[in-house]
């Protein structure tokens, strides 16, 4: 799982999970959602913008389903939302370009052995 800000700059990482792992599950089990939901325990919330795969809370806005829009502030939330995600594409992109061994699949039978590779730690800012 990555987290990067507006700035195209990676604020989270880690890569304590095998490949088949749910998104969800991921972000659930990380330390990163204790702190957020820390952070709106003391009224100070930040949020995260994430996909469908993501469900949706008061620290992570997911869009809205296209069959569930009823009024024009449903759409244009959804539209500054696509907007906002364009920058993580861009910094996904970035990566893979200064990374190409991310283009490809990780040729690993053991999970430790794919950490080993990745790097088995995680790092916020």
């Given at each position: 799982?990555?987290v990067?800000?507006?700035?195209k700059?990676?604020?989270?990482?880690?890569?304590r999970?095998?490949?088949?792992?749910h998104?969800?599950?991921?972000f659930?089990?990380?330390?990163?959602?204790?702190?957020?939901?820390?952070?709106?325990?003391?009224?100070?919330p930040?949020?995260?913008l994430?996909?469908?795969g993501?469900g949706?809370?008061?620290?992570?806005?997911?869009?809205?389903?296209?069959?569930?829009?009823?009024d024009?502030?449903?759409?244009?939330?959804?539209?500054?939302?696509?907007?906002?995600?364009?920058?993580?594409?861009?910094?996904f992109?970035?990566?893979?370009?200064?990374?190409?061994?991310?283009?490809?699949q990780?040729?690993?039978r053991k999970?430790?052995?794919?950490?080993?590779?990745?790097?088995?730690?995680?790092?916020?800012y």
């Amino acid at each position: 799982m990555v987290v990067c800000d507006h700035l195209k700059r990676i604020r989270y990482f880690t890569s304590r999970h095998c490949g088949s792992a749910h998104d969800s599950r991921i972000f659930n089990e990380s330390h990163l959602r204790a702190k957020l939901e820390s952070e709106v325990e003391e009224n100070s919330p930040r949020v995260i913008l994430a996909d469908e795969g993501y469900g949706c809370s008061r620290i992570l806005l997911t869009p809205l389903r296209s069959d569930r829009i009823t009024d024009q502030h449903q759409k244009d939330y959804n539209s500054a939302h696509k907007r906002a995600r364009v920058t993580v594409e861009h910094c996904f992109g970035i990566l893979k370009k200064r990374f190409p061994a991310l283009l490809y699949q990780l040729r690993s039978r053991k999970l430790e052995n794919a950490q080993a590779i990745i790097g088995n730690w995680s790092f916020e800012y």
